[in-house]
């Protein structure tokens, strides 16, 4: 945007070319005095300048909380959220995940994270009446190769996982078309895929949840101990880049995440970053922890639960930190049919 | 009587007009416009242009604002009141509450309730005078998204329960009528930036928009450091940004009446061989806010500690987060499934067996 298209005085846009600024939003970076001082313009001409730059970056006039809150003002938020699937899980989420911003889902191996990650793949399908969204889901794997003999398991037990959904509504859903599966052998590709392959996808409408799983592999693989710094900047940047299409779309993203162990020495520093009582912490220390809006996690408990002729190992969903959340958790299962919380009290044929 | 070395006219022409001899803006408004141009030594247009700056009589950032030289007695005596955060231990370390026309920074880890001070701030803020707050009205920035209005909503219906909960006057009461979870919504302005440019912009014209809406009292930006801590080609840039941003943001605060808050995010710094956790974005930019607070946890409490205030002693008080908002640290009984229990039943019986002493202090919840 250049300096010409301001509606100002000519004079003004002289003073600024023979400043040589350069473009309108370098202005922004000056204060009232520098830009006196390198344009010899009047105060209340630079006044008149820097209103007219910040106009241009800021077009929305605000609103206010009410007018969100009636649904005035849909493409800030549009009131929905995205179900996972089953009312308990939903219910310690307040309806699901939030239609925007990064949702982080950290758990050790074996918990359960992909499934659940698999499952809201499905239920985004649905339109928004269900939970869903009315669209399809990117999967972006970096570790194993997609598990795609368990996703057509669930899109076939659809029916009996939800329902509360008419079954002509979820027959009429082509749920393998509408996930697309990608997978990042290394961060290239991942920055690749994220920076070219998603917008393509999503400026079709082809996609209104993005899945990666999982956050940790390739920024532990690729970077050594004594890397920190340099795995910081990686890692800023592709949060940035995240966080840019997530504002741009509207676009809810789930980062599957592993953890490590809590150190004995900095019990306090990363306290808040995990359940209290966890030995535990997501991966990624502090500066991914920044970036997340949500963050939950998923263990594996002792003891079994059982649901009807089915058995499943005890997990357990809890909220570690989010915006507009209680730290909640409850119990869930993983069954044939996909991921169900359990409503206190569970069921156990094995004491804890 | 405005100096003319304080006026807002371009350099060249101010050194033109002080060498004539002119001293104040009455001055050079008093003569016709040929006559300043003879005596000043300025063209004709010039000095029209000189006049019609003069007479717009725009109060610009920088430019001889807020009074020349008030004594430290006015200053004194014009102390602004504060914003209570609705814990009242907090609210005792900070003496009344988060100060109006000065800046404060709320620095924590994710999740320790930065966002949720900042929320219960812009509906304390609202309370009506009468009920001893300053029925003001609140700006909230949001660079990172952390608003959710249902939590803004939840939040508003329980400060008004907790004002019915009083026992009132008569003009309490009326004041109730227009004390509602809309009214506290509809007078909670919302802006989104997503990257530091826009953060820029919307600080720029923010000073137009607080002389559109007199009765803002509270400003808040959350986070500040989120879009300054992507990466920067040059970290001097930066450095040079936030310096600018806290200028605006100072002047803001103290020329418009209004308290500013904003929230740093915390980061690992090696210091002596070990991992620290100290606020984001560098030395220099310590040096910004008057006044920081750090929520951290301790000990398996959440503890608020001021850490720098020019007024205050540095001390560390233990708070909550419910249901309703942000709150005194309440008895905890966390059951398994780890939900922190609402300390609001406990202390809502508490408050109807406790006399009311008639003082005009918003009565907050007492903490064990």
Known sequence: MSIEQLELNPRIIK????????????????????????????????????????????????????????????????????????????????????????TELAGPSGAGKSQLAMQLCLSVQYPAQYGGLGSGALYICTEDSFPIRRLKQLQNEQPSLRSDVPPDVVSSICFSDNIYVEHAADLGALMACVSQRVPVLLAQGRVRLLVVDSVAALFRSEFQADQGLERSRHLTAFATALHKLSASYQLPILCVNQ??????????????????????????????????????????????????????????????????????????????????????????DASS | ???????????????????????????????????????????????????????????????????????????????????????????????????????????????????????????????????????????????????????????AQAAVQHCCLQDQDAEQRDALKDFTTESLLGHLYLMRCHDYVELLAQVQLLPDFLVKNPKVRLLVIDSLAFP???????????????????????????????????????????????????????????????????????????LASIFKSPSQSESSVAYSVTREGFRDAGQLASSPSGREQDSSSQSESKQDSSSQSGSKRPRTQEGQ
């Not at chain 2, 003879?38 to 004709?44: A, D, P, Q």
């Not at chain 2, 310096?243 to 418009?256: C, D, K, T, W």
């Not at chain 2, 500013?260 to 910004?288: C, D, I």
């Open chain 1, 259 to 348: 953890v490590t162990d809590v150190m004995e020495g900095d019990s306090n520093h990363d306290a808040g970053l995990r359940p209290v009582d966890s030995k535990v912490v997501p991966a990624l220390g502090m500066a991914w922890a920044n970036q997340v809006m949500v963050r939950l996690m998923v263990t594996r408990l002792p003891g079994a639960v059982s649901m009807g002729t089915q058995s499943s190992a005890r997990r357990r969903l809890e909220v570690v930190f989010a915006p507009h959340l209680a730290r909640d958790s409850c119990l869930f299962g993983v069954w044939r049919e996909g991921t169900r919380g359990l409503p206190s009290p569970p069921t156990q």
């Open chain 1, 15 to 102: 003073a600024v070319n023979n400043a040589n600024i350069g473009v309108a939003r370098d202005i922004l970076k000056f204060s009232g005095p520098d830009l006196q001082r390198l344009t010899r313009l009047s105060a209340s001409d630079v006044h008149h300048l820097q209103t007219a730059v910040a106009a241009l970056f800021c077009k929305k006039t605000p609103v206010s909380a009410l007018q969100l809150y009636r649904g005035e003002c849909p493409e800030w938020d549009c009131g929905l959220r995205v179900s996972l699937g089953c009312p308990v899980l939903d219910g310690v989420l307040r309806g699901g995940l939030l239609p925007w911003g990064l």
């Open chain 2, 1 to 155: 009587m405005k100096p003319v070395s304080a006026s807002p006219l371009s350099p060249s022409v101010k050194v033109k007009l002080l060498n004539a001899g002119f001293l104040t803006s009455e001055e050079l408004l008093q003569l016709k416009p040929l006559q300043l141009s003879k005596e000043g030594g300025l063209s004709l247009e010039e000095a029209l242009e000189v006049q019609q700056i003069l007479r717009e009589g725009v109060d610009l950032p920088g430019e001889g604002g807020a009074g020349l030289g008030s004594t430290a007695l006015e200053l004194l005596q014009q102390e602004e009141r504060s914003i209570v955060t609705f814990c009242s231990r907090l609210d005792a370390a900070l003496g009344g509450g988060i100060p109006v026309g000065k800046t404060t920074e709320l620095c924590g880890t994710p999740g320790m309730g930065k966002t949720q001070l900042c929320l219960q701030l812009c509906i304390d803020v609202q309370i009506p005078e009468c009920f001893g707050g300053l029925g003001g009205e609140a700006v909230f920035v949001d660079t990172e998204g952390s608003l959710v209005v249902q939590r803004v909503a939840d939040m």
């Open chain 2, 228 to 302: 300054f801590r992507r990466h920067f080609e040059d970290l001097s840039v930066r450095t040079r940004l936030l310096s600018g941003l806290a200028q605006q943001l100072i002047r803001m605060a103290s020329q418009h009446r209004v308290a500013v808050v904003w929230t740093n995010q915390m980061t690992s710094q090696l210091r002596g061989g070990q991992w620290e956790l100290v606020p984001a974005l560098g030395e220099s930019w310590g040096h910004s806010a008057t006044q920081r607070l750090l929520l951290h946890w301790s000990g398996g409490r959440r």
